[in-house]
């Protein structure tokens, strides 16, 4: 059994490409996926990795097992999907990363919906403004907003999102007011670090695009830009779930509401690395039909 653990510890180090991304997504410490390795290599007779402080890869040892490791885990997780599928209540864990705009964002409560749906389950929620690298750091799924670019991941559109060109009333009564187009490119932004600055508007079929020019913040998420916007610092758009309360008590006004923002897709992602757990399709699913 240890053997066939340190196998599984030798798999993750190399879908990782570190001993400590291998013990975040494992759970254990780096000093126990070092020493699960140490003994596979002492069990080998030979080194199956090539060590450096910047990389890690394979030896020749190394790649000669690796299919063989990976089928054995492989075999495993399908093991466990099976008597998941089977069992009247689905049972296991998920690490899952998702953007980290508020509390109020449907994401967050579709996930915590299915965490209450099925008490035998348990889910690891990361959240970042910024991609991370699924295999690295060991997530069986990302939610993903916008436009996807990584081809090296599979993905499945699991709804959209809408938002609204905002400002405060602070910052629209220091200016003149806003009723064009015109109006609206003398304006200060704010920037948020991770997505391009061009906005599209859309009013009866006729589109407009512009690169706001008055840059007056650049953050890096979108919970301070947000808060740059409330304090009065310019204008950004907002998904409808961070701004519809604040546009409702009076503390931020839409910007031209004749002209609306493309709604965005809303992508659950994965990594192809292998068998695709049954718990993680069984979470899309849920987000899917209804759990958004």
């Known amino acids: 059994m240890d053997e066939f653990r340190a196998l599984a510890v030798f798999v993750a180090v190399h879908e990782a490409g570190s001993f400590s991304g291998a013990g975040r997504r494992l759970k254990l410490s780096t000093s126990v996926v070092s020493h699960h390795v140490s003994k596979l290599e002492a069990k080998v007779g030979a080194s199956l990795f090539f060590r450096s402080t910047r990389s890690l890869s394979l030896t020749p040892e190394g790649q000669a097992i690796l299919a063989s490791a990976r089928a054995m885990v492989d075999a495993a997780d399908q093991a466990f999907d099976i008597l998941t599928e089977t069992s009247e209540q689905p049972t296991g864990a998920l690490r899952v990363t998702l953007p980290a705009f508020g509390e109020r964002s449907p994401l967050h409560q579709s996930l915590m919906r299915f965490v209450r749906t ?3 389950v348990a889910m690891s929620i990361h959240t970042s403004d910024y991609p991370v690298d699924l295999v690295k750091e060991g997530f069986d799924l990302a939610i993903r907003l916008g ?29 003149p007011p806003i009723k064009t187009l015109e109006d609206l490119q003398t304006c200060d ?45 310019g204008i950004q758009h907002l998904p409808n779930s961070e701004a519809e309360i604040e546009i409702a008590d009076g503390r931020l006004v839409e910007i031209l509401p004749q002209w609306s923002l493309p709604e965005l897709g809303i992508y659950a992602v994965w990594p192809d690395i292998g068998p695709q757990k049954k718990l993680t399709r069984r979470l899309i699913s849920f987000m899917g039909n209804g759990g958004l």
């Open 147 to 175: 436009v996807l670019s990584d081809s090296a991941m599979k993905s499945k559109r699991i709804g959209s999102f809408s938002r609204k060109l905002v400002a405060s009333p602070t910052y629209l009564a220091a200016r």
């Open 189 to 233: 932004f704010i920037s948020i670090a991770m997505l391009p600055d061009a906005i599209t508007l859309v009013h009866r079929g006729e589109q407009f695009t512009f690169e706001p020019e008055n840059i007056r913040l650049e953050v890096h998420s979108l919970s301070s830009a947000k808060l740059a916007v409330l304090e009065g610092l």
């Open 118 to 120: 099925h008490p035998l």
